[in-house]
Structure formats: C-alpha cells, structure tokens
C-alpha cells in the first residue's frame, strides 16, 4: 500500500524500484539488501524502513520487522503505510489493542481505504468487539465489492457470530471472484457441517 511517496535522487528511487520488484517475485531476503543499500545512503528514508519490514513480515521475523517499522514511524509519524503495516504486524501476533490503535491512526491519516479498514475491521472482531469489527468490513467491502480477502474475511467473522446464510452468501461470493479460492471452498464445507448441526 503506497501513501506517501517522497521525492528522492534517482540512485535511491532506482533501488526502491528493484526491491519492490523483488519482493513481488517473493526474494525477500533479496529485496532486505537492497534496501540496506538505501538506508546506508539514506538514513532518513522512511520508506526503506517501511518496505524492510514488510518484507521481514513476509519472512515471519515480526522482531526485525517492528525494529524497521519503529524507525520509519520515528522518521515520519504521519505515515499511513507503517502504522498499517504495523497494525497487521501486531495482528499476527494476536495483540488486538495494539493492532486497532495502529490502524486508527493509519485510518485517520489516510481515510476509507479498504486494506487499512480490512485489518481494522478483523482486529475489532478479534478484539471481542464483534459488531463494529463486522460493520468496519462491511464498510470495507462497499469500498472494494470484489476483494476476495475481504469478503473471506467478513465470512469468517459471519460463520463465527453463527450468520450462517450471510458466511455463505459471503464465501460464494469470493468463488464468484477467485473460482479457485481454497479458504473459500474449505469454509463453505465447513458450513455445510455447522449448518447440518443445527437440524
């Protein structure tokens, strides 16, 4: 998620470039030296740090990755990027204050995007604060109706508060975007089961 793209020399915009490039082919411990590179030549480069820790979440290592995501909030606290990056680092580790505080900030700071309104919505609901984190991502899926990692999401929270017609209309919909979504097909079995325990 790109928010705030600062204007830097050529030499380090051609190296964020090539560690971005990195990172989508999934040569993560590739695209760290690259960014190392950045940060040697420029300290205050927020978004090396941002890009680090993203990257260093890919790789599971969530201490070296709130080490960098420190630093770059430290170098611009008005950054949505690492307060959302953050927040889902803080999710994956299951500390749900932490993880909603993140991503309000990132929310105030860059309002209505669906990916910040996505993990915020899940952190809600992890939270115990099951209606909000439900309304959060329905808000989150006006803003992006085809999303499959929203909508499996929303399914997920639905199956669990027992709305089981609106987990499948959800899931169905995710099939409808992704035919081959196996959290999709898996949950819908799941369903079936739940669903034939009621009876």
Known sequence: MKTNQMNYDDFTMELLEKAESAKLSGDFEGAIKILQKVILSNHEC???FEEMGDNYMSLRELKKAKKALDRATK???KSAN???LLGFLYSLDQKWKDSIK???QAD???PNHP????????SFYNENRKAQGIAVLERSKNLSPTDANILCD?????MNSAAFQKAKESFEQVLKVDPNS?????SLEFLKILRAGEK
């Open 115 to 122: 990916e910040i309104l996505r993990c915020l919505g899940w």
């Open 82 to 84: 690492a307060h959302y």
């Open 154 to 158: 929303l399914g997920v929270c639905y």
């Open 75 to 77: 170098i611009q606290p």
């Open 182 to 186: 196996d959290q999709a097909k898996e």
């Open 46 to 48: 927020f978004e090396a």
């Open 102 to 104: 993140e991503l309000q």
């Open 108 to 110: 105030e700071l860059f």
